[in-house]
Each structure stands twice: as structure tokens, then as C-alpha cells.
């Protein structure tokens, strides 16, 4: 089991709707959690950070954290041409642990 | 507010050679991260320095070194380059008393190995 599970994609919405992008970890010990957006050819660049359990929302986006459940969500609300992206999923394994495991990326693609 | 930068942004290496990067942390910030990205696949952590120290290194072979200056920039060096070094290189910084560990990401180096 990778430690950091993402669906692929692509993931497909029209503009306007709500993307979901979906993550799983498998170390229970984990605290902090990220998602970073990754335009094709460029390096990532942080969107949101949660660390307690339930929604965080910043703009359009929600981060949602379900520790019980090992899972972490971001809900675009209202996608945007310019939201197409990978989006990379990354947790942070333990308060000692400097090791950041990042999933592998799902790619949305907003459609006009 | 100076964010991450890193040098070279793009370099072309044969196999067997040597290859440094370069990274200068986000203003403020004393902990760099260094990170592999191959095509297709999310960034692996490779080590981190923190007070000129590697803090914590993570699944790659001795061929791949760092150092940290005493202003936090840091250099990563990779001896006797395979042609499966070909990657993007990305230098993250953080500031390690927040214990969050809140990473942000600079250009990044291309690195073709042929």
C-alpha cells in the first residue's frame, strides 16, 4: 500500500461546477496535510494546509480532514479554466518525522 | 517578500558526470527540503538540512549529498549521474519552530542526464 494514495485522473468538470480531489494515507501517526497545485512544467505551489479534523475553506477551495477515516479532500467550488492542474496531495508522517510523502498527482481539467 | 529561487533552471549532464544545484530559502526561513520529481510522479524527498546539519534523509543512495550554509541557502550534488537521475529538482523551504513543517516550493532545477 503506498502511503499516500491519489486517483490519476484526469478528473473532468465543466466550468462552474465542484471538482473533488480525493486522498487516502496509511500512517495514522500523521499531522499535517497539504495540497499543492502543479501547472504542467512548473513546481508546486501551496494552496492549503489543515492539520485538525473537519473543513478548512480559503476562497474557493475546502480542504476537508477525516483522520479517523485517513482520508483528505479539496472541493473547488465554481471551477475555473484556470484551475486545470495536477494537484498534489502531501502529508507530513509524524511531529518528528521531516519526511513529507506526496501522493502522485491528480490532474483536473476544467472545460469551458 | 524574496521567495525560493534555485539555480540552474534547466541543465544537461552526461552520464557519469557531476551536477550541483543550488537553492536560497524563502526570506525568514531556516530549513530547505530537497525533492526529486520524475514525470509523471509526485516529488520524493530526498533529505532535509536545518543549522548546516542534514536533519533527515530519505530512500536515496550516498551519490546524492547536500550542504547548508550558514545564510540557509543549500546545495545538493549528485555524483556518478545515471540516466534515471533525469528529473525536475525541487529546493522547498520552511521555518522549523513552527513544527508544521509548512513547505514552499521554488522553480525548480531540469536535470537531463544523457
Known amino acids: 500500500q503506498k502511503e499516500v494514495e491519489q486517483n490519476s485522473g484526469p478528473l473532468s468538470v465543466p466550468e462552474g461546477a465542484i471538482a473533488s480531489l480525493n486522498c487516502t494515507y496509511s500512517?495514522?501517526?500523521?499531522?499535517?496535510f497539504f495540497w499543492y497545485r502543479q501547472y504542467s512544467g512548473k513546481s508546486p505551489e501551496l494552496i492549503m494546509f489543515?492539520?485538525?479534523?473537519g473543513d478548512k475553506e480559503d476562497g474557493r477551495f475546502t480542504a476537508q480532514l477525516n483522520k479517523a477515516s485517513q482520508y483528505v479532500s479539496l472541493l473547488i467550488r465554481d471551477s475555473q479554466p484556470s484551475d486545470s492542474a495536477t494537484y498534489l496531495c502531501a502529508v507530513k508522517l509524524s511531529e518528528n518525522n521531516n519526511d513529507m510523502r506526496f501522493g502522485a498527482g491528480t490532474r483536473l481539467t476544467v472545460k469551458p | 517578500d524574496a521567495g525560493v529561487t534555485q539555480s540552474p533552471t534547466h541543465l544537461i549532464k552526461t552520464r557519469g558526470q557531476q551536477v550541483t544545484l543550488r537553492c536560497s530559502p524563502k526570506?525568514?526561513?531556516?530549513?530547505v527540503s530537497w525533492y526529486q520529481q520524475a514525470l509523471g510522479q509526485g516529488p520524493q524527498f530526498i533529505f532535509q538540512y536545518y543549522e548546516e546539519e542534514e536533519r533527515q534523509r530519505g530512500n536515496f543512495p550516498d551519490r546524492f549529498s547536500g550542504h547548508q550554509f550558514p545564510n540557509y541557502s543549500s546545495e545538493l550534488n549528485v555524483n556518478a549521474l545515471l540516466l534515471g537521475d533525469s528529473a525536475l529538482y525541487l529546493c522547498?523551504?520552511?521555518?522549523?519552530?513552527?513544527?508544521?513543517?509548512?513547505?514552499?516550493f521554488g522553480p525548480g532545477t531540469r536535470l537531463t542526464v544523457l
Open positions: 526570506s525568514g526561513h531556516d530549513t
Open positions: 522547498a523551504s520552511s521555518l522549523s519552530r513552527t513544527n508544521r513543517d509548512t513547505q514552499y
Open positions: 489543515i492539520y485538525s479534523n
Open positions: 500512517d495514522r501517526g500523521s499531522q499535517s
